[in-house]
T-cell receptor, first 110, second 110 residues
Framework: NAGVTQTPKFRVLKTGQSMTLLCAQD?????MYWYRQDPGMGLRLIHY???????AKGEVPDGYNVSRLKKQNFLLGLESAAPSQTSVYFC?????????FGPGTRLTVL | RKEVEQDPGPFNVPEGATVAFNCTYS??????FFWYRQDCRKEPKLLMS???SGNEDGRFTAQLNRASQYISLLIRDSKLSDSATYLC???????????FGKGTRLSVIA
């Protein structure tokens, strides 16, 4: 997966629980992204970062927080999980034709 | 109006057939265009970039029509392994996030 890893691969949460998804890269890219993918909805951008210490909101940021304390890691946090956050979460790095995706995290919120 | 629109399909075609997908985009400031491929339960992967002059990669041909704001992907001599979802992707500049269409599903049948 071109040096992009996501942890965990699968997770089941109960409503109200919190968790953090980790995206790690070894390609030294400045840009990192978090997307969610739901049936019939396509990929939607949650948050992104253009460099260490920076973050920005995407299309669907509500209910999520992110941090980019180190260049190689981009964390996505769910403070109080809701069933509507059941989805597949993809991390991506790079820009334009050099954008690569991680393998995804399948999250189910009961 | 959605920023990037695609016919979701599915397109069911026999092996060896030629199939074409179209995609329309609404942002006239869009500068970069791509086709991504996504296999079932996998991450999206770049298939090819789309240039104003059109470009070809083996059995795949991509074209851009800026005046009408649409992008096309032509697959010749379809193989079973071409079965996947094809995502149309645009971005305004190299520094702005990619915007994904919902994808067109292709099934190539023996």
């Amino acid at each position: 997966n071109a040096g992009v890893t996501q942890t965990p691969k699968f997770r089941v949460l109960k409503t109200g629980q919190s968790m953090t998804l980790l995206c790690a890269q070894d390609m030294n890219h400045e840009y990192m992204y978090w997307y969610r993918q739901d049936p019939g909805m396509g990929l939607r951008l949650i948050h992104y970062s253009v460099g260490e210490g920076t973050t920005a909101k995407g299309e669907v940021p509500d209910g999520y927080n992110v941090s980019r304390l180190k260049k190689q890691n981009f964390l996505l946090g769910l403070e109080s999980a809701a069933p509507s956050q059941t989805s597949v979460y993809f991390c991506a790095i790079g820009r334009g034709s050099s954008q690569f995706f991680g393998p995804g995290t399948r999250l189910t919120v009961l | 109006r959605k920023e990037v629109e695609q016919d979701p399909g599915p397109f069911n075609v026999p092996e060896g057939a030629t199939v074409a997908f179209n995609c329309t985009y609404s942002n006239s400031a869009s500068q970069s265009f791509f086709w991504y491929r996504q296999d079932c339960r996998k991450e999206p992967k770049l298939l090819m970039s789309v240039y104003s002059s059109g470009n070809e990669d083996g059995r795949f041909t991509a074209q851009l029509n800026r005046a009408s704001q649409y992008i096309s992907l032509l697959i010749r001599d379809s193989k079973l392994s071409d079965s996947a979802t094809y995502l149309c992707v645009v971005t305004a500049t190299g520094n702005t996030p990619l915007v994904f269409g919902k994808g067109t599903r292709l099934s190539v049948i023996a």
